[in-house]
C-alpha cells in the first residue's frame, strides 16, 4: 500500500501525486496551475459570450441597438425640435446640408415644412415598441403552448399542433390587415396585439421540438426518478436547455416585426397620426421621392439600419450558441 503519512504531513506535490496513484500523477501533470480548465466548466451561456465578444459584427449590431434604444428612450437629447410642428415656408426647401449637422434642419424638411431628422429621431420609439412588444408577447405565449405540447405530449401537443396550423395557414401581413382593419384608431398596442396574434405560431414550434429533445435527456429521467415535480423538472432542467434555439428566433423576428410595422404603416393600416413612425414617413413621401428623394431616404435608411442591427445580432447568436456552427 502507498504511504499516506507524508502527504499528510504536508509533503511536497510530487510525493502527493506519486501517493494518490499514477492517474492522478497523470492529471496534475495535464492540469498545470493556473489552467482554466481548473476552474469550474462553463455552461453553455458561458461560452456563448465567449464566443460573442470575440465576433466584430456582435459588436458593431451591439453599439447600433445601445444607440436606437436610447434615442428610443431619450429623443430629446438628440433633437430639440418639435417633430409636430410644420412650417410651410419649409415646404422642400431646405436641402440636407452637413454645415446643419446640429441643428434641426440638416435632413431638410417635409412635405408639410416638418423637420425630417426630428421626425426620424422620434419615430425610433414607436418602431423599437412595436419589435419588442411583439417579441415578448409571442415569446411568452408561443414558449408557453410549445413548452406545454412538447413536454406533455398527447391530446394537448395534438390540440396545440392543430391551432399552430390553422394560424400557419393564414398570410402574416394579409391576417395582420384584416385584424387591423377593424379598429378605428390604431394605437401602439393595438398594432403589437394584432401582429401578436398571428406571430406566436414559430415560437411555439421551435419550443416544442426543443422541449421534446431536452425532455428526453439523462438529467431529466434522473430528476423524475429523484420524485422532482412538473413544475421543477420544466423550468429547472428542460426549459434552460431548451431556450436557446426559441431565443435566437426572437431575436431575428424582433426586426421582421418592425419591418412588418412599418409596411402596414405604410399602407395606411398601422399607426396613424398623431403617432410618429418611419412606415408613416415613407407613405407621405412617396409623391415626392422623384424631384425630393431625401425626404424617403432618411426615415426608410433608418428603417433599414434597425432591422440589419437586429438580423445581425440574431445571426451572432445562433452561431455562439450551436457548436456546430464554431
Do not use: C
Amino acid at each position: 500500500m502507498p504511504d499516506m503519512t507524508k502527504s499528510q504531513s504536508g509533503g511536497t506535490a510530487v510525493d502527493t501525486a506519486a501517493d494518490a496513484g499514477p492517474l492522478q500523477a497523470a492529471a496534475d501533470a495535464v492540469l498545470a496551475p493556473g489552467d482554466v480548465s481548473q476552474g469550474k466548466p462553463r455552461s453553455l451561456w458561458g461560452d456563448a459570450w465567449y464566443e460573442l465578444r470575440h465576433r466584430p459584427l456582435f459588436w458593431v449590431s451591439a453599439v447600433l441597438l445601445v444607440l436606437l434604444l436610447a434615442i428610443a428612450a431619450f429623443p430629446g437629447l438628440f433633437t430639440s425640435a418639435d417633430p409636430r410642428n410644420g412650417d410651410l415656408t419649409n415646404h422642400f426647401l431646405t436641402k440636407p446640408e452637413l454645415t446643419h449637422f446640429f441643428q434641426a434642419d440638416w435632413f431638410g424638411y417635409d412635405g408639410q415644412g416638418r423637420s425630417i431628422y426630428a421626425r426620424v429621431i422620434y419615430g425610433t420609439r414607436a418602431s423599437i415598441m412595436v419589435g419588442v412588444g411583439v417579441t415578448a408577447v409571442v415569446t411568452l405565449v408561443g414558449g408557453l403552448l410549445g413548452m406545454a405540447a412538447g413536454y406533455f405530449g398527447g391530446w394537448i401537443d395534438s390540440v396545440v399542433s392543430r391551432i399552430v396550423d390553422i394560424f400557419f395557414g393564414l398570410p402574416f401581413l394579409l391576417g395582420s390587415m384584416v385584424v387591423l382593419n377593424a379598429f378605428t384608431e390604431r394605437k401602439v398596442y393595438v398594432v403589437i396585439a394584432a401582429l401578436a396574434f398571428l406571430g406566436w405560431t414559430t415560437i411555439a414550434r421551435v419550443m416544442r421540438s426543443s422541449v421534446i429533445t431536452a425532455k428526453q435527456a439523462d438529467y431529466v429521467t434522473a430528476a423524475r426518478a429523484l420524485g422532482a415535480g412538473t413544475g421543477r423538472i420544466l423550468f429547472r432542467h428542460v426549459l434552460p436547455n431548451a431556450l436557446a434555439p426559441t431565443i435566437v428566433v426572437a431575436t431575428i423576428a424582433l426586426g421582421a416585426y418592425i419591418s412588418a410595422e412599418a409596411t402596414l404603416s405604410f399602407l395606411g393600416l398601422g399607426l396613424a397620426d398623431p403617432t410618429i413612425s418611419w412606415g408613416i414617413d415613407i407613405s407621405d413621401a412617396k409623391d415626392a421621392i422623384r424631384d425630393n428623394p431625401h425626404v424617403m431616404l432618411f426615415p426608410a435608411g433608418m428603417l433599414s439600419l434597425t432591422v440589419f442591427a437586429f438580423i445581425t445580432l440574431g445571426d451572432a447568436v445562433r452561431d455562439a450558441l450551436d457548436p456546430k456552427l464554431r
